[in-house]
């Protein structure tokens, strides 16, 4: 594993994925990338888990953009175009993950960072974390992905006015917004997180690759006859589960008592 990057299973069934570059504001080097996209895809398909959730070292920063020192000598067009497909087949591993994946926004999340913050399933807000697609500060537009992820979350008028303007978006604009789904007060190991998480981890995995499949399709684009074929497709895997006979057994058990 790439020494960017700490991964953790817990017992519960997430899988925190730290990127651990606080001295560089946990910049997304291209290593670092390719690191992370191998360990969400590990995660993803390791049979215990329900969720992913990547964050950022430190209290700062959740991720910063791309690693300017190493993108300096990007210069031509062949060389942009890779630069960028590398990235963007980066981040399609976390929007392709098996599970939901959560962004914990330890601190801001800039740039190449706000790309990989929408390009998870769900965002959770430390109160002091800000979201920035600051992007056209640098000159350059977004190249990950990640401006068609922030357009289908909050509307391309609000999409354009965060990209043109290079906003910090705070905790409670982006919760007004639907770009946050919640904020905690008390760290990624609090009562907040867990009051958040824990009714996911009570759904079994085959019922969380069902709904990832479901937003994975919505997110690519799929037509409609298809998204709904995925949807038949795992309602039978989860109503032959058992998981499925023996909750509907217990419910029986209860009408009867």
């Given at each position: 594993m790439n020494a960017d990057l700490d991964v953790t299973?817990?017992?519960?069934?997430?899988v925190w994925i730290t990127?651990?570059?606080a001295d560089k504001h946990n910049a997304l080097a291209g290593g670092v990338l390719d690191a992370l996209a191998t360990a969400v895809r590990a995660a993803g398909e390791a049979p215990g888990t329900r969720l992913v959730a990547i964050r950022g070292a430190g209290n700062r920063f959740f991720a910063a953009g791309g690693d300017l020192v190493?993108?300096?000598?990007?210069?031509?067009q062949d060389e942009i175009h890779a630069m960028a497909d590398r990235a963007?087949?980066?981040l399609d591993a976390v929007r392709e993950c098996a599970v939901p994946v959560i962004a914990y926004l330890n601190g801001d999340a800039i740039g190449g960072g706000a790309e990989l913050a929408v390009a998870c399933d769900m965002r959770v807000f430390a109160p002091h974390a800000r979201l920035g697609f600051?992007?056209?500060?640098?000159?350059?537009?977004t190249a990950w992905g990640g401006g068609p992820d922030l357009c289908a979350l909050v509307g391309p008028a609000r999409a354009t006015r965060l990209m043109s303007r290079c906003e910090m978006l705070s905790a409670p604009l982006a919760l007004a917004w639907g770009l946050a789904d919640v904020e905690v007060s008390d760290g990624p190991e609090g009562a907040d997180m867990q009051a958040f998480i824990q009714p996911?981890?009570?759904?079994?995995?085959?019922?969380?690759?069902?709904?990832?499949?479901q937003a994975s399709a919505w997110r690519g684009g799929l037509g409609n006859q298809a998204r709904r074929d995925i949807e038949r497709e795992h309602v039978l895997a989860t109503?032959?589960?058992d998981e499925h006979w023996a909750a509907v057994d217990r419910f029986l058990s209860k009408e009867k008592t």
């Open positions: 299973a817990r017992a519960t069934g997430v990127i651990n570059r190493e993108l300096a000598s990007v210069r031509a963007r087949a980066a600051v992007q056209g500060r640098m000159g350059i537009s996911m981890l009570d759904r079994s995995r085959g019922v969380m690759k069902a709904i990832k499949a109503w032959t589960s």
